[in-house]
């Protein structure tokens, strides 16, 4: 069965620091596929990233990097710099293609950053 | 391009009554789902369609949700009779394709049952 675990509930930093959030999946399948979302008080999920199984490459969006590493079944997300808009509800997912398609999510990861 | 639009924003009801939610799903998305999210959990499949057939719905409690996509595009969710466990905001996603594509979603209802 599919599982997320986000094990920080909630985060605090001062603004520019850097921050990490962690998650880690279980899934019996060797195709799947990790996604971060982004959940900002307006409520509206906001997609951030999308990476496959196959694809171990660390991958960096200006202020934002992502380390997957399958070893350790991971998939961490980190803020550089992190700034006040930064502020928001963090879900990591994982989708299943050998089902339907749906998207498992963790419990999300509250950040607030403290200017 | 314009999001997933749902409607209303908030809907606060008592127990035992009916309500219903809109959807309008990303132009073009073949695929639409429906999400429960309980204050302070992640979200929770409730029902997933391709077009306008039913891929998943083996978490949606079918003694009082029931959820339709007609000409495959708009979709309505209904709860009747409402219980106070179902006071959580309802998202709305879609999606290009099927598997392992990102899923866009609306900015939800908030349901509050009294």
């Known amino acids: 069965a599919q599982k997320v675990t986000q094990a920080q509930t909630e985060i605090s930093v001062v603004e520019k620091e850097d921050v990490t959030l962690d998650c880690v999946y279980e899934?019996?399948?060797?195709?799947?596929?990790l996604f971060w979302y982004k959940q900002p008080p307006s409520g509206e999920l906001v997609f951030l990233i999308r990476r496959n199984s196959f694809d171990e490459q660390n991958e960096i969006s200006g202020r934002y990097s992502w380390n997957f590493q399958k070893s350790t079944s991971s998939f961490n997300f980190t803020i550089t710099a992190s700034q006040v808009v930064d502020s928001a509800v963090y879900f990591c997912?994982?989708?299943?293609?050998?089902?339907?398609?749906?998207?498992?999510f963790g419990t999300g990861t509250r950040l607030t950053v403290i200017p | 391009e314009a999001g997933v639009a749902q409607s209303p924003r908030y809907k606060i009801i008592e127990k035992r009554q009916s309500v219903a939610f809109w959807c309008n799903p990303i132009s073009g998305h073949a695929t639409l789902y429906w999400y429960q999210q309980i204050l302070g959990q992640g979200p929770k499949l409730l029902i997933q369609?391709?077009?306008?057939?039913?891929?998943?719905d083996s978490q949606l409690p079918k003694d009082r949700f029931s959820a339709e996509r007609l000409k495959g595009v708009d979709s309505t969710l209904k709860i009747q009779p409402a219980k106070l466990e179902d006071s959580a905001v309802y998202l709305c996603?879609?999606?290009?394709?099927?598997?392992?594509?990102?899923?866009?979603f609306g900015q939800g209802t908030r349901l509050t049952v009294v």
């Open positions: 369609f391709q077009n306008n057939g039913v891929v998943d």
């Open positions: 997912a994982l989708s299943d293609p050998g089902g339907a398609n749906n998207l498992f």
């Open positions: 996603a879609s999606s290009l394709r099927g598997v392992g594509t990102e899923a866009f």
């Open positions: 899934t019996r399948d060797t195709t799947y596929y």
